[in-house]
């Protein structure tokens, strides 16, 4: 099976944990800072805090920017649950904002039209987030003015995008945002086996974060009530989690990350490749905004409909293709129809969602698999009768057969 993501590990990878292994420290240690200031400095931000799960970062995020009962919080209904889920971890409300057909992120104009009618019934929200899907940056400059005019705070789910760009600066830099949040998971640009980490320019936010994630227990005497009972004192001062990560896994992360820039080298080069040897089949292929660079943690087509996905997406796993679909729009999961949302809401993200296949994309991917790929992806859709687009309907940009057409 070729799989859609992978995990690339070194004997460099091995020995650094294999140096954790066999130090004082298996957690907590040492390691654990080391990896928060390294990929901080990477991204250009000031603060890193690292947690056992980007799910868990976006939730000591939302912690963190006092998210809580009677507040809004907005994202995007093509991404996983988790960008939505931690709001009502928090005892919030969540909606969404439909996706541009090109970009597949979250639409400037539908979130504009939204934030208007809202702001006349007084249901504004108090966090917005925005996902990079794919590794394609969103509009954070257009995003960040209408925080700055409507006042809301934005926490960038970047779980896809370490080591994009966005109009020439990192990604989690904290330009356009108050937290910016990564993932290390085994199918991401890096890997810390499971976490996540959070970045930020303001200092309250890192040290809160940091807080909650060991229990909101302080050891600092300037944050304790009374003075300390001794040296080993320590107070909960708020209600926390244990979100920890391990020093085994920041080893892990931190040689990792000496590789970014190879593995996004390495990714969009692979991405050209498909880009040419698709470009005679009837599919779409992910459309690059040239103000940007995508850290392509997914290679998302889309084909003519339903069918036409389904029939390609089971021929390909047969021929040991290891194809996915990401997202299925969260939305229509049963879980939140049973809090009102249903099908037919959010219908470019659905319509995408129709006709999307991710195509294998990780730094181990071969010349040769790929050409397998794409000569199965040919024989699958070769197999299709054609047919005739709907695609306006549907909220997308053409009337036409997808052909060779590029979003």
Same mark, same amino acid.
């Given at each position: 099976m070729?799989?859609y993501?992978?995990q690339d590990?070194?004997?460099a990878?091995t020995a650094?944990?294999e140096?954790?292994?066999?130090s004082?420290f298996?957690?907590?240690g040492?390691?654990?800072?080391?990896f928060?200031q390294a990929?901080?400095?990477?991204?250009?931000a000031?603060h890193g805090v690292?947690v056992?799960s980007?799910t868990?970062?976006?939730?000591l995020?939302?912690?963190?920017l006092?998210?809580g009962?009677g507040?809004?919080l907005?994202?995007s209904p093509n991404?996983?649950?988790?960008s939505?889920?931690?709001?009502?971890?928090?005892?919030?409300q969540?909606d969404f904002?439909?996706?541009?057909?090109?970009t597949?992120?979250?639409s400037?104009d539908?979130?504009?039209?939204?934030l208007?009618q809202?702001?006349?019934?007084?249901?504004?929200p108090?966090?917005?987030?925005?996902?990079?899907?794919?590794g394609?940056?969103c509009d954070?400059?257009a995003?960040?003015?209408?925080a700055q005019?409507?006042g809301?705070?934005?926490?960038e789910?970047a779980?896809?995008a370490?080591?994009?760009?966005c109009?020439g600066?990192p990604v989690?830099?904290g330009?356009?945002?108050?937290?910016?949040?990564f993932?290390f998971?085994?199918?991401k640009?890096?890997?810390?086996?499971?976490g996540?980490?959070a970045?930020?320019?303001?200092?309250e936010l !890192? /040290? +809160?974060?940091?807080?909650l994630?060991?229990h909101g227990?302080? #050891?600092? *005497?300037a944050q304790?009530?009374?003075e300390?009972a001794g040296?080993w004192?320590y107070?909960?001062?708020?209600?926390?989690y244990?979100d920890r990560?391990?020093?085994i896994?920041?080893a892990?992360?931190?040689?990792?990350?000496?590789r970014l820039?190879d593995?996004?080298?390495?990714?969009?080069a692979l !991405? /050209? +490749?498909y880009?040419?040897?698709?470009?005679?089949?009837?599919v #779409?292929? *992910?459309?690059q905004?040239p103000?940007?660079r995508?850290?392509?943690?997914l290679?998302p087509?889309?084909v003519?409909?339903g069918?036409t996905r389904?029939?390609?997406?089971q021929a390909?796993?047969?021929a040991?293709?290891?194809?996915?679909v990401?997202?299925i729009?969260v939305h229509?999961q049963?879980d939140?129809? +049973?809090?009102?949302?249903?099908k037919?809401?959010?219908?470019?993200?659905?319509?995408?969602?129709?006709?999307a296949?991710?195509?294998?994309?990780?730094?181990?991917l071969t010349?040769?698999?790929?050409h397998?790929?794409?000569?199965?992806?040919?024989?699958?859709?070769?197999?299709?009768?054609p047919?005739?687009?709907?695609?306006?309907?549907?909220?997308?940009t053409s009337t036409?057969g997808?052909s060779?057409e590029?979003l």
């Open positions: 070729i799989p993501g992978r590990i070194t004997e990878d650094a944990v140096a954790v292994l066999r004082d298996l957690t907590q040492p390691a654990v800072p080391r928060e990929v901080a400095a990477k991204v250009g000031a690292a056992n980007a868990s970062a976006l939730h995020a939302c912690r963190a006092d998210l009962p507040d809004w907005w994202t991404t996983f649950v988790a939505a889920n931690c709001t009502r971890y928090c005892g919030a969540v904002v439909d996706i541009d057909p090109r597949y992120n979250l400037v539908a979130l504009a039209a939204k208007e809202a702001d006349k019934t007084g249901t504004l108090k966090l917005l987030i925005p996902v990079h899907f794919a394609q940056p954070m400059p995003i960040a003015a209408l005019r409507y809301f705070k934005i926490i789910d779980s896809h370490i080591g994009a760009r109009d600066e989690g830099n330009r356009y945002s108050d937290i910016s949040v993932s998971h085994p199918v640009i890096i890997t810390t086996g499971e996540g980490l970045t930020t320019n303001n200092p !890192a /040290e +809160r974060m940091s807080r994630r060991s227990i302080t #050891r600092d *005497p304790m009530q009374g300390p040296p004192d107070q909960q001062i708020e209600l926390g244990n990560i391990t020093d896994q920041a892990l992360g931190l040689s990792q990350l000496q820039d593995y996004i080298a390495r990714r969009q !991405a /050209e +490749r880009d040419q040897r698709l470009a005679e089949l009837p #779409r292929t *992910p459309y905004d103000k940007h995508s850290a392509l943690h290679y087509i889309q003519a409909d069918t389904a029939n390609s997406f390909l796993r047969e040991g293709i290891g194809v996915n990401h997202y729009p229509t049963p939140y129809q +049973r809090l009102g949302f249903a037919g809401d959010y219908p470019v993200a659905e319509a995408y969602y129709e006709r296949i991710s195509l294998p994309l990780h730094p181990n010349e040769a698999q790929q397998l790929i794409c000569q199965c992806l040919g024989d699958a859709l070769a197999t299709e009768q047919v005739k687009s709907t695609t306006q309907d549907r909220g997308l036409q997808l060779t590029r």
